[in-house]
């Protein structure tokens, strides 16, 4: 019967690293630190993975201020160009 729960507790710990490499890869896709996170995930468990999953995405935030620099340097566009631009739900060709 030891022998079970031996078994049951790698299994459990190998599915809980797994999660947490997961999570580590989202963390480092929102422009956070990939190792940091994954030891959060290891450490706080389902804690971590609410930490992550609520973290800010910083690539998408750097890209909205380089956009709106880019506008204000750029003296020929008018509201309505910039508000077009945002309001486009077109995909790009491929």
Request: aromatic share 8%; with cysteine.
């Amino acid at each position: 019967m030891t022998g079970v729960w031996v078994v049951v507790c790698i299994v459990i710990i190998g599915v809980h690293c797994f999660l947490a490499s997961e999570m580590s890869d989202s963390a480092k896709s929102k422009g956070h630190p990939k190792r940091k996170y994954f030891y959060v995930c290891v450490c706080l468990g389902l804690f971590g993975y609410l930490c992550i999953i609520a973290l800010p995405d910083l690539k998408a935030r750097e890209q909205r201020e380089q956009l709106l620099a880019q506008f204000q340097n750029d003296k020929s566009t008018t509201k309505e160009n910039i508000h077009a631009l945002i309001q486009d739900d077109k995909l790009p060709p491929l």
